[in-house]
């Protein structure tokens, strides 16, 4: 049970690191006029790949894990003068994605390799993600009196690019690796 909990917390602190080093690569590459809607908003959003991947691979754990390095970007980056909003922030950035991880436990059986997701259902859960994840913050702007606008449709489609940027950057690399997943597709070349 300890080594359980263990094994866990790691998954946490690494979900945090993975979240927090695509976030600053993010910030890196996509911080200018060109790339950011407004401040926390961008048209290529990386860290939404980051956040839907380490929930599909390491469910709660990772969801704890985005959580956490959500509010610590939400609280010192974005909304430092501004608790509540980054209090929901968090909990909006991590639980679209443990949503989106639900439910494909719930109509595609996922398994903990991954290994029934298919191309066409990583695309389908990456699309409900881009849409799940501005849902929940818009909502919760809604019903703080902010308006939405056009914030919403940006936010679907940066982190839908971002989403599939990650996703399909960390398939591709997992081609070169040695064992199943890299013989698997060197051999359908």
């Known amino acids: 049970m300890f080594s359980d909990l263990r094994w866990k917390a790691g998954l946490v602190v690494f979900s945090a690191f993975l979240f927090l080093l695509v976030f600053v690569i993010n910030e890196w590459l996509f911080?200018?006029?060109?790339?950011?809607?407004i401040r926390g908003m961008n048209w290529i959003y990386l860290?939404?790949?980051m956040r839907l991947l380490c929930t599909l691979l390491f469910g709660g754990a990772g969801a704890v894990g985005i959580l956490f390095a959500s509010w610590l970007t939400c609280v010192f980056y974005f909304f430092p003068d501004d608790p509540l909003r980054s209090f929901a922030g968090g909990i909006a950035s991590a639980a679209a994605p443990y949503l989106v991880y639900r439910l494909a436990q719930l109509v595609y059986g996922l398994q903990a390799s991954l290994s029934n997701l298919t191309?066409?259902?990583?695309?389908?859960?990456?699309?409900c993600y881009s849409v799940a994840s501005p849902l929940l913050h818009h909502a919760w702007l809604l019903l703080n009196g902010d308006p939405v606008g056009t914030g919403f449709f940006v936010m679907v489609l940066g982190d839908l690019l971002g989403t599939l940027v990650v996703i399909y950057t960390v398939k591709g690399l997992l081609n070169f690796l040695p064992g199943p997943a890299g013989l698997s597709s060197r051999q359908s070349r």
Do not use: I, K, Q, W
């Not at 911080?31 to 809607?37: I, K, V």
């Open 119 to 127: 191309p066409a259902r990583l695309l389908f859960l990456s699309v």
């Open 47 to 49: 860290p939404a790949g």
């Open 31 to 37: 911080n200018s006029a060109t790339f950011e809607f």
